[in-house]
C-alpha cells in the first residue's frame, strides 16, 4: 500500500517553506527503493545503468507517495522550459518545467546539480528548475521564472509582472555544498562576465586556476537580481551537500568515477 504524501519514506525532505495550502513539494533521497548498489536504493534515473525494472517500481513508488504524476525530463545542462499537462510525455527535453494543472508533478532530477521549486503565494502554478553551473550561467532560472510569470498572468490577468515577481517563493534543494565544488577559472569567469559581484561566489584554491564554488549563492544572486526575494533551503550548510552526505544523497562527482555511476533524486512541486 502506498504512503500517504504526509508520511513520506524516512529522510525525505519536505520543504519548510510558506507555500499556499493547495502545493505540495518533496525531495527524494537514497531511502526507500528497491535499486542495488551503487544505485541504492530509491534511484530514479533511467540513464545510469541502473536496473530498468527497479527504476520503473522506483518511479511508481514516487507517483504513490505524492499522489499525482511526476513528469520526468530529459536533462540537457540547457535553459529550454516544458509546460506540461496530463499528456506531457516523460522524456520530454528540457531542464525547467512549469504547470497550472493539478495532480501533475513538475519534476527535476539531480544527483549534485541544483534544484529550484517555485509557486506563487495563491498557488495558481508550480515550477521547477535543474541548475547545474552551466545552466545556471545560461539563464535556466530566468528561462523558468519568465515561463511561470508568463502562465500565472494568463490565469490572474490582473496582476503585472512586477506583481508576480513579488508573489513568487523559491526553494532551493541540496546540491553539491561549497565545500566539495572545485571548478576551474571558465566557471568562475562564466558568472563574472553576468555580474562582478558574482565574484564573491568563489574561493581561490592554492592550486592555480582553481576555485571552490557556491552554487546555491550563485542562485540566490540570479534569483535575488530578478526581484525574488522570498528564497528559502539550501544555504550551503553542509547538511545539504550532496557530495559529504553520502548515507542520504547521490553524487555524480562522488561516485560516477570510483563506482563507475551513481543514482538520480528528484525534487517535486504540485498542486493538489
Known amino acids: 500500500m502506498a504512503q500517504p504524501f504526509e508520511q513520506p519514506p524516512a529522510g525525505w525532505i519536505v520543504p519548510d517553506w510558506p507555500a499556499p495550502a493547495g502545493v505540495r513539494a518533496?525531495?527524494?533521497?537514497?531511502?526507500?527503493?528497491?535499486?542495488?548498489?551503487?544505485?541504492?536504493?530509491?534511484?530514479?534515473?533511467?540513464?545510469?545503468r541502473d536496473d530498468p525494472q527497479a527504476v520503473a517500481v522506483n518511479r511508481q513508488r514516487l507517483a504513490d507517495v505524492i499522489g499525482a504524476r511526476p513528469v520526468f525530463l530529459q536533462q540537457v545542462h540547457g535553459t529550454d522550459v516544458a509546460v506540461l499537462d496530463?499528456?506531457?510525455?516523460?522524456?520530454?527535453?528540457a531542464d525547467a518545467c512549469v504547470t497550472s494543472e493539478a495532480a501533475v508533478a513538475c519534476t527535476v532530477m539531480v544527483a549534485d546539480c541544483l534544484p529550484v521549486l517555485f509557486t506563487d503565494?495563491?498557488?495558481?502554478?508550480?515550477?521547477?528548475?535543474?541548475?547545474?553551473?552551466?545552466?545556471?550561467a545560461a539563464g535556466v532560472l530566468e528561462q523558468c521564472h519568465a515561463a511561470f510569470r508568463a502562465e500565472v498572468q494568463r490565469l490572474r490577468p490582473a496582476l503585472s509582472a512586477p506583481q508576480v515577481v513579488a508573489d513568487t517563493?523559491?526553494?532551493?534543494?541540496?546540491?553539491?555544498?561549497?565545500?566539495?565544488f572545485e571548478v576551474g577559472d571558465e566557471v568562475r569567469e562564466a558568472f563574472v562576465a553576468w555580474r562582478p559581484e558574482a565574484g564573491a561566489c568563489f574561493a581561490a584554491q592554492p592550486a592555480a586556476g582553481k576555485h571552490l564554488a557556491h552554487l546555491p549563492q550563485l542562485a540566490r544572486l540570479r534569483l535575488q537580481a530578478m526581484?525574488?526575494?522570498?528564497v528559502y533551503g539550501n544555504d550551503g550548510a553542509p547538511a545539504w551537500c550532496t557530495v559529504t552526505q553520502a548515507s542520504r544523497f547521490f553524487s555524480h562527482r562522488r561516485d560516477a568515477v570510483r563506482l563507475g555511476s551513481s543514482g538520480r533524486m528528484a525534487a517535486c512541486i504540485w498542486r493538489v
Not at 86 to 93: E, P, W
Not at 121 to 136: E, S
Not at 227 to 230: N, Y
Open 227 to 230: 526581484g525574488i526575494t522570498a
Open 121 to 136: 503565494r495563491a498557488g495558481t502554478v508550480v515550477a521547477a528548475a535543474h541548475a547545474g553551473w552551466r545552466g545556471l
Open 86 to 93: 496530463g499528456r506531457t510525455a516523460d522524456g520530454t527535453v
Open 26 to 48: 518533496l525531495f527524494t533521497t537514497r531511502a526507500g527503493g528497491v535499486s542495488v548498489g551503487p544505485f541504492d536504493s530509491f534511484n530514479l534515473g533511467d540513464h545510469v
Open 169 to 180: 517563493l523559491a526553494w532551493l534543494g541540496p546540491c553539491i555544498g561549497p565545500q566539495a
